[in-house]
Antibody
Framework: EVQLVESGGGLIQPGGSLRLSCAASGFTVSSNYMSWVRQAPGKGLEWVSV???????YYADSVKGRFTISRDNSKNTLYLQMNSLRAEDTAVYYCARVEGSYLYYFDYWGQGTLVTVSS | SYVLTQPPSVSVAPGQTARITCGGNNIGSKSVHWYQQKPGQAPVLVVYDDSDRPSGIPERFSGSNSGNTATLTISRVEAGDEADYYCQVWDSSSDHPGVFGGGTKLTVL
């Protein structure tokens, strides 16, 4: 059974850093495309980042240069390092597996972890 | 970057048909996917590749895509279908390929 479990969210001051983790089971993270998607309170879904199986990474303009997506193959875990956090980064962050053959949809999602950026 | 436009809200009576649109430039040339999200829950894929349904999704959910508009159709709407619905495409030619529509709140009257 495929499972994604996020952790690492919490309250952080503006300008601070936080690292989110997404532990996967039932499949191999490194063999799949993996993404982070976020949702600000009362708002819609916003795609944040993707890491392809080959290691290429891409980011939304809103986080480029501040966030870094990575993975640990030995732990089968996806990460999102978030630096220089802003109030507008406050959101529930979901990790999701991307069906990456050619359709590119999000077939499995974690339960989400809340990040609150506030002083 | 590619933009997807959805109506903020759609209302329908139980038993009727709901249609939620997703507009984009020549969206008919792309594969469109749809997600249902209920309050406090993660999104769930309900339609992929314009019109296919994952296992476990009722046949009442269907999709179409042509020209500049993709449509999610929910037949015989039930109270449990009340949720937010999002369309999504993958713009492989872009440096930020993941694209979601703004979402549509489906209200069952």
């Amino acid at each position: 059974e495929v499972q994604l479990v996020e952790s690492g969210g919490g309250l952080i001051q503006p300008g601070g850093s936080l690292r989110l983790s997404c532990a996967a089971s039932g499949f191999t993270v490194s063999s799949n495309y993996m993404s982070w998607v976020r949702q600000a309170p009362g708002k819609g879904l916003e795609w944040v980042s993707v890491i392809y199986s080959g290691g290429s990474t891409y980011y939304a303009d809103s986080v480029k240069g501040r966030f870094t997506i990575s993975r640990d193959n030995s732990k089968n875990t996806l990460y999102l390092q978030m630096n220089s956090l802003r109030a507008e980064d406050t959101a529930v962050y979901y990790c999701a597996r991307v069906e990456g053959s050619y359709l590119y949809y999000f077939d499995y999602w974690g339960q989400g972890t809340l990040v609150t950026v506030s002083s | 970057s590619y933009v997807l436009t959805q109506p903020p809200s759609v209302s329908v009576a139980p038993g009727q048909t709901a249609r939620i649109t997703c507009g984009g430039n020549n969206i008919g040339s792309k594969s469109v996917h749809w997600y249902q999200q209920k309050p406090g829950q993660a999104p769930v894929l309900v339609v992929y590749d314009d019109s296919d349904r994952p296992s476990g999704i009722p046949e009442r959910f269907s999709g179409s895509n042509s020209g500049n508009t993709a449509t999610l159709t929910i037949s015989r709407v039930e109270a449990g279908d009340e949720a937010d619905y999002y369309c999504q495409v993958w713009d492989s030619s872009s440096d930020h390929p993941g694209v979601f529509g703004g979402g549509t709140k489906l209200t069952v009257l």
